[in-house]
């Protein structure tokens, strides 16, 4: 099992992003690390009109007290934990950035606001520019999940592959979640529409056994993605599902009471993002379960 030396957890201090904190301190206490809250006093909004107007140390020292405050009292109903805060003046996502480069943090956590779908459109959010340049795990918690669900243990895990070398790097860092939570594992691949069109063009006399064929190669596909090494430990379950990616995985991290979902990030580019999306985006906006977006340098901040 890995160590994390240090977890980042952002906050604005808003109810819904304060949800991220037991969750992140119960990631920190497992794994011995620090836990750094990360709290950015959003640069446009202190300066609407002109910089003259406030004293940003002045400004840094009122937010510090008032967050250590809140920080301290949501803290003291979750186990013992080293933290720390730290408040930055600036663009949240670059802020964010800096601290994780400056903390040598393992992992990022922060919770999602809801917004309407026209406004993430136009406005994008900080969770999603940082889901596409960490190059750290980034849990994603959904603002509006409850208490209930947020204190309870992490009992299974699910990792979506579409066996990109994206999501070989999330099946590593599954497998590390799963030994250190001791859950039990889900190994899924979705095949989409597309993909089942054309095997309904094979011959009707051969389309069941090459049907079954693939459901068997698939499944076989997914355990080999896991190193032989830790099969015996983690004892991976597999499942193929048929239809939308993101909708697939939402309904059987439902029925199936999953308590975290596990996904690479595809290195897309910014404009590409925003008209397609990505499976990972789209389950995020769900926003009924916890998702951890792992992008293919992940790996190697692990190994390093």
Known sequence: ??????VVCAT???????????IAATLARRHGSKLIIAHIIDLPAVTPYGETMVDPQELRGRVEQSAKAQITDILSHCDQVDWELNIAIGY????ILQIVEDSNADLVVAATHTRSGIERLLLGSV???LMHTLNVPFLIVPGDMSMEQ???NV?????ACDFSPDSANAVRWAIDFTQAFGAKLTMATVIEPSQLTQLLKLDPQKEHGMADKLQADLHQKLLDTVPEADRDSVHPETVVLAGQPHEELNKYAIL???DLIVMGVHGRGIIENLLVGSTTDRLVRLGQFPVMAVRSSALEQQDS
């Open 1 to 6: 099992m890995f160590k994390l030396s240090a």
């Open 12 to 22: 604005d201090l808003s109810e819904s992003s304060n949800k991220a904190l037991p």
């Open 92 to 95: 949240p996502a670059k802020e």
């Open 127 to 129: 969770s999603r520019k």
């Open 150 to 152: 947020i204190n309870r």
């Open 155 to 159: 009992e299974s895990i699910l990792i």
């Open 256 to 258: 199936n009471h999953i």
